[in-house]
């Protein structure tokens, strides 16, 4: 399966913006989604997930009550919404694929299977 993000842009401080994230085949019902940011110089950060089952949702403190996600697998799609976006936010946005264990989810960049190419976010103050 190959991802492609889509969606990235320029925006102001404040403003509201909605990546996608594309996968070339059906995702498996086995596999967990989550986007992740990496901003120059820093780390690739866990920013929400997904769950198989499509319900079971899980974001990181720096996101949480800003950023939505959801999946439409008729459409092999998980979408990201983001709302109050902040200069901090800028950085280039993947998603990737997480083979789901036992039930559970990762915010660990390691567990991911495979990455799409990422798409930039530009938060202009």
């Known amino acids: 399966v190959r991802l492609e993000e889509s969606g990235g842009g320029l925006v102001q401080d404040g403003g509201s913006l909605r990546l996608s994230c594309t996968a070339s085949?059906?995702?498996?019902?086995?596999?967990?989604i989550g986007w992740f940011r990496q901003a120059p110089g820093k780390v690739r950060e866990f920013l929400a997930i997904?769950?198989?089952?499509?319900?079971?949702?899980y974001y990181g403190d720096s996101v949480k009550g800003r950023f939505t996600i959801s999946r439409d697998d008729a459409k092999n799609t998980v979408n990201f919404s983001m709302n109050n976006l902040k200069p901090e936010d800028t950085a280039v946005y993947y998603c990737g694929t997480e083979p789901s264990r036992f039930g559970t989810v990762s915010t660990d960049p390691n567990e991911y299977e495979v990455w799409g190419q990422g798409t930039q976010v530009t938060v202009s103050s």
């Open positions: 997904i769950a198989w089952d499509g319900f079971t949702t």
């Open positions: 085949e059906h995702i498996a019902s086995s596999h967990n």
